[in-house]
Structures are given as C-alpha cells and as structure tokens.
C-alpha cells in the first residue's frame, strides 16, 4: 500500500469508526464528548512516558485511554450530582485535566517537545510510513491496522446492541423498566469513543477526530430521521468528506486533516441548505 492510499484508507476508516459511535453521541447531546476527551490524553501520555522512560507506543496508549475514562467517570459524577449542568460538567472536567498534563509537562518533562501542530492536525501524510511488522514481514501501516480493528468492533457493538442503545438513548426510564441498565451500556459507549478518539488521535490529529466523530452524524441527522438510515448515511457521509479532503489537499497543496474536517462542514452545509 502506497503513501497516498494509507493516508485515503486511514482516514476512511477513522471516518467510519468515528461515525459508528458518533450518531448516539450526537443524540444523547454529548457531541463535545469527544472534544473533551481529545484535550484530557495528555496527562496519560505524559505518565505514560514517564512509566516507559521515553517514548512508548503502548504505554502512551493506554495512559491515553485510561485518561480519557478518568474523564468520562469524573463528568458522569458531576453530572448526575444534580449541581452542575452536563455541558458545564464537560467543561469543567477537561479544562482541569488538560490543566494537569500541561503542569505534569512543565514541571517534570520540560525538556519533552510537544508538536502542538501534530496535536491538532496530526500527521496523517505520514501514516504510511510507521508500518507494522510481524518478525520480518511488513503488515503495512500501523494506523490501518488500528483503525480497522477499532473500526470492526464498534460495528458489533452497535450491531449486537442495538436495541440496548436505541432505548437507553431515546428512553432511558423504559430501558430500565425493561430490566436494561442504561449506566452500563452508557459507559460502554464511552470506553469505545474513548479508545476510538485516542486510537484516531495519533493519526489525524485533535480537530478531524472531533469532526468526524460529530459533523457527519449532524448532517445525517438533517436528511433521515430514522437511526439505521442515520448511521449508515454519518459512515457514507466521513468517508466521503475523508476522500474529498485529501484530494482537495492535494490540489491546494495544504494540510490534509484539516481539508477533510473542512468537507466535514462542505458536506453539513449542503445538508442544511438541501434537506426537506
């Protein structure tokens, strides 16, 4: 696989992974869940480099991930406490944990350089260059593997699940009555979003990940109002806005994540203007 095609493939695949997960997001309002949780990797990173004592694919994985649930455990308290409003709870749980990374940077790592363009556009033109290798055989690219992994297994989720997420998401109170617990199935969702936001975020950086885990989920939401239509139409509608990115980026010979979040917004504006 080529540089060009690892990069349309990565992002193809961010897309739908993103968009599996990104529609019940949407619907349970907690669409800057994501933005949230793209800010709240970095103290994990940063212990993540202090357990491996350098650079560690692994470790600076899971301190991500593990972060990121640190986060979604700490909203969902200050949310359900009945003092603080969802959104604000948000707000106030990534602010301070972005907060303790950065401190945790200066105050231990200062001679670790952070690319603060890598964390916002990532480098998603150079994806087809970090390869996988079993022994001596070349698998390819990392992030396709990542991503194709993370991608198959929010399609079961969401596949098997079904019913559990339509109900917790439309009516939580009958999914309980149904016997369902709508506080499992939800942390569920976010230890996907979570794993999936971090897993992308390597790649293609802070911005596209919020993109394409929102906007192709809000434009679907514009042209259908039944759920199966709406996923599939947020996975047709990333995959299209990654394709259509890159080849924009290339004839204007510009950053690659940052043209495909922006056919993100093409695409819902479209949407907006030619929905019934």
Same mark, same amino acid.
């Given at each position: 696989?080529?540089?060009?095609? !690892?990069?349309?493939? &990565? ?7 993103? !968009?599996?997960l990104?529609? @019940? ?12 949780? &793209?800010? #709240?990797?970095?103290?994990? =990173? ?5 357990v ?9 994985f ?6 990121? $649930? /640190? ?12 003092r ?13 944990? @972005? ?5 945790l940077?200066?105050?231990f790592?200062?001679? /670790?350089?952070?690319?603060?363009? !890598? ?5 998603? +033109? ?6 996988? @290798? ?14 194709? #992994? ?7 989720? /969401?596949?098997?699940?079904?019913? +559990?997420? +339509?109900?917790t ?13 709508? #506080? ?27 993109? $394409?885990?929102?906007?192709?989920? *809000? ?9 199966r239509?709406?996923i599939v ?6 995959? #299209? ?5 890159? =080849?924009? *980026?290339?004839a ?9 979040a922006?056919? &993100?917004?093409?695409?819902?504006? =479209? ?6």
């Amino acid at each position: 696989m080529g540089p060009s095609a !690892a990069i349309v493939v &990565t992002g193809v695949l961010v897309a739908a992974a993103s !968009a599996l997960l990104g529609t @019940f997001l949407v619907l349970r309002r907690m669409a800057m869940m994501t933005d949230a949780i &793209t800010h #709240a990797v970095l103290p994990g =990173l940063v212990l993540g480099y202090a357990v491996a004592g350098g650079p560690n694919l692994l470790l600076a994985f899971v301190g991500a991930a593990t972060s990121s $649930l /640190v986060l979604v455990a700490l909203v969902d308290r200050l949310s359900r406490s009945g003092r603080v409003d969802s959104q604000a709870a948000i707000g106030v749980a990534f602010s301070a944990m @972005f907060a303790l990374g950065t401190f945790l940077v200066t105050r231990f790592f200062s001679d /670790v350089h952070l690319d603060t363009d !890598a964390v916002l556009y990532g480098n998603i +033109e150079f994806v087809g260059f970090d390869r996988l @290798f079993l022994g001596d055989v070349d698998l390819g690219p990392r992030s396709v593997w990542v991503m194709g #992994a993370l991608c198959l297994v929010n399609l079961a989720f /969401v596949t098997v699940f079904s019913k +559990e997420l +339509e109900l917790t998401t439309f009516d939580p109170a009958l999914a309980a009555a149904l016997g369902f617990t709508p #506080a499992v199935v939800h942390y569920a969702l976010m230890a996907l979003v979570s794993v999936t936001a971090v897993g992308a975020f390597t790649a293609v950086g802070a911005i596209l990940v919020v993109a $394409l885990m929102v906007v192709p989920a *809000a434009t679907a939401l514009l042209l259908s109002q039944r759920l199966r239509v709406v996923i599939v139409l947020s996975v047709l509608i990333g995959a #299209a806005s990654a394709v259509t990115g890159y =080849l924009a *980026a290339t004839a204007f010979d510009t950053s690659v994540s940052g043209m495909m979040a922006t056919m &993100t917004g093409v695409f819902f504006g =479209l949407a907006l203007v030619g929905s019934p």
